[in-house]
């Protein structure tokens, strides 16, 4: 069992930038891969980015590439994800989520994620 609590959400101008943190209790937290995803208004769960296991394995959805960075600090039990260029539709409530099985490339957007934070809220205004 993990715990996951999100946090570094806020209000930010249009070309600003933000970082999420996901702290993650227990001491097994080396042993999940993490994924960030998000949900605006009215629209289904999206997909952000994961990362494995030791932080070699990294997946980014198609329209974060360039601007979104997933990172993981497994001596503080935390992934992080840094926001630049933040657009008024990266509007969402975001997530963190953390899955038993390692992944790799695709497999990272594949895979499973049995543990869900409660999720930070990022207002980009125009």
């Known amino acids: 069992q993990v715990q996951l609590v999100e946090s570094g959400g806020g209000l930010v101008q249009a070309g600003g930038s933000l970082r999420l943190s996901c702290a993650a209790s227990g001491r097994t937290f080396r042993s999940y891969a993490m994924g960030w995803f998000r949900q605006a208004p009215g629209k289904e769960r999206e997909f952000v980015a994961a990362?494995?296991?030791?932080?070699?394995?990294?997946y980014y959805a198609d329209s974060m590439k360039g601007r979104f960075t997933i990172s993981r600090d497994n001596a503080k039990n935390t992934v992080y994800l840094q926001m630049n260029s933040l657009k008024p539709e990266d509007t969402a409530v975001y997530y963190c989520a953390a899955g038993a099985r390692d992944c790799s490339g695709y497999g990272c957007y594949l895979n499973k994620y049995d543990y869900w934070g409660q999720g930070t809220q990022v207002t980009v205004s125009s």
């Open positions: 990362i494995g296991w030791s932080g070699d394995n990294i």
